[in-house]
């Protein structure tokens, strides 16, 4: 993120290149970037002449150096975006003559989502030293509630430990998504709002009392009355809570209990950093790890095995979605 607020002060401040390669995992600072570039380089009255933004399934390399090359029309610039650029990737060394003697007057922006170029070629170094390449990188689940808060706070609002717990557990690491709910609760909720799991529960749907998170602490607690009734609140909404996922967090859960129980240096930071937590959560494992020995925890792993191959039909003798989460419970709880 840094990288980026670095990038976007340095265009503002007039230090413009005349190629920017974006790059990586992770599209929502790619996006954020190209569309920075193409809403702040060109004035409006400029953008008509001079902005082009091309698709890199519909155009050729040979199209895309092409129009680099033309002058500017009225202005000191133009700009040409290409989006989607990762499917020029055969293509991509026919760029390294003009990345090599780029157009001074061209700003040239690609898109090169869920891939990178390799460092070792001729035409990333050539990129590199006359324009600038960005790897934007996947943020591990861990790391992801640190960049809510940051977002939030350039928003004016602030968000409670769960609160941003639920977002992470239930969007994932998916940068993109996240922020367009981030978005729809800033338009809903007055600024310097703190952020609290009832408004996620009011505004995005995830309810704050039956969902996954709640499932995994309740077992981890072996609060076995409130895990049932969880339970059953998955099985009579099917549609919110498919039996795979469930499964799935589950079963995460329980190896990263195993791997806790392994763990020599368990402080707190450490053991966020190897499980790879929001650390928010590690006082659920910290409860889970004196309710679950590391012998009970292995044969519960083998047991969720069992129940996600038959989440996913394969010996199952179509047992209904509430038969499998029993089967689970008990499985765990016995």
Same mark, same amino acid.
């Given at each position: 993120?840094?990288?980026?607020?670095?990038?976007?002060?340095?265009?503002?401040?007039?230090?413009?290149?005349?190629?920017?390669?974006?790059?990586?995992?992770?599209?929502?600072?790619?996006?954020?970037?190209?569309?920075?570039?193409?809403?702040?380089?060109?004035? &409006?009255?400029?953008?008509?002449?001079?902005?082009?933004?091309?698709?890199? =399934?519909?155009?050729?390399?040979?199209?895309?150096?092409?129009?680099?090359?033309?002058?500017?029309?009225?202005?000191?610039?133009?700009?040409?975006?290409?989006?989607?650029?990762?499917?020029?990737?055969?293509?991509?060394?026919?760029? &390294?003559?003009?990345?090599?003697?780029?157009?001074?007057?061209?700003? $040239?922006?690609?898109?090169?989502?869920?891939?990178? $170029?390799? #460092? =070792?070629?001729?035409?990333?170094?050539?990129?590199?030293?006359?324009?600038?390449?960005? &790897?934007?990188?996947?943020?591990?689940?861990?790391?992801?509630?640190?960049?809510?808060?940051?977002?939030?706070?350039?928003?004016?609002?602030?968000?409670?430990? #769960? *609160? /941003?717990?639920?977002?992470?557990?239930?969007?994932?690491?998916?940068?993109?998504?996240? /922020?367009?709910?981030?978005?729809?609760?800033?338009?809903? $909720? @007055? #600024?310097?709002?703190?952020?609290?799991?009832? !408004?996620? &529960?009011?505004?995005?749907?995830?309810?704050?009392?039956?969902?996954?998170?709640?499932?995994?602490?309740?077992?981890?607690? =072996? /609060?076995?009355?409130?895990?049932?009734?969880?339970?059953?609140?998955?099985?009579?909404? @099917?549609?919110?809570?498919?039996?795979?996922?469930?499964?799935?967090?589950?079963?995460?859960?329980?190896?990263?209990?195993?791997?806790? !129980?392994?763990?020599?240096?368990?402080?707190?930071?450490?053991? *966020?950093?190897?499980? #790879?937590?929001?650390?928010?959560?590690?006082?659920?494992?910290?409860?889970?790890?004196?309710?679950?020995?590391?012998?009970?925890?292995? *044969?519960?792993?083998?047991?969720?095995?069992?129940?996600?191959?038959?989440?996913?039909?394969?010996?199952?003798?179509?047992?209904?979605?509430?038969?499998?989460?029993?089967?689970?419970?008990?499985?765990?709880?016995?």
């Amino acid at each position: 993120m840094d990288e980026v607020v670095k990038i976007v002060n340095d265009i503002k401040n007039g230090t413009i290149k005349p190629i920017y390669f974006l790059m990586g995992e992770e599209p929502y600072y790619i996006d954020k970037l190209a569309d920075f570039i193409e809403q702040n380089v060109l004035t &409006e009255e400029e953008k008509g002449f001079n902005q082009t933004v091309l698709y890199g =399934r519909d155009v050729s390399m040979e199209d895309i150096i092409s129009t680099c090359k033309r002058y500017p029309m009225m202005a000191d610039r133009q700009v040409v975006i290409v989006k989607e650029a990762q499917d020029l990737t055969k293509t991509i060394d026919k760029l &390294e003559s003009y990345a090599e003697n780029p157009m001074p007057s061209t700003v $040239l922006v690609f898109c090169y989502k869920y891939k990178t $170029l390799d #460092k =070792r070629k001729k035409v990333t170094k050539f990129i590199a030293k006359k324009g600038l390449v960005y &790897e934007s990188k996947k943020l591990y689940e861990n790391q992801v509630g640190e960049w809510i808060k940051r977002v939030l706070q350039g928003k004016s609002f602030t968000i409670e430990p #769960k *609160a /941003n717990a639920m977002l992470v557990e239930f969007l994932g690491t998916d940068l993109s998504k996240i /922020n367009n709910e981030l978005e729809k609760l800033a338009i809903v $909720l @007055p #600024k310097n709002t703190m952020i609290t799991a009832k !408004h996620i &529960e009011e505004n995005i749907g995830f309810s704050k009392d039956f969902n996954v998170f709640e499932l995994r602490k309740a077992i981890g607690d =072996r /609060n076995q009355m409130k895990a049932y009734q969880i339970a059953q609140y998955f099985a009579d909404n @099917p549609k919110d809570n498919p039996m795979v996922v469930t499964t799935s967090l589950v079963f995460g859960f329980f190896v990263n209990l195993l791997q806790y !129980h392994g763990l020599k240096d368990r402080n707190p930071k450490n053991v *966020a950093a190897v499980l #790879k937590v929001n650390p928010y959560f590690l006082k659920d494992y910290d409860v889970a790890l004196k309710n679950y020995p590391m012998k009970k925890v292995s *044969a519960i792993v083998g047991k969720l095995r069992d129940i996600d191959v038959k989440s996913k039909g394969v010996g199952a003798n179509a047992l209904s979605n509430s038969d499998l989460l029993k089967e689970m419970l008990v499985g765990i709880f016995n």
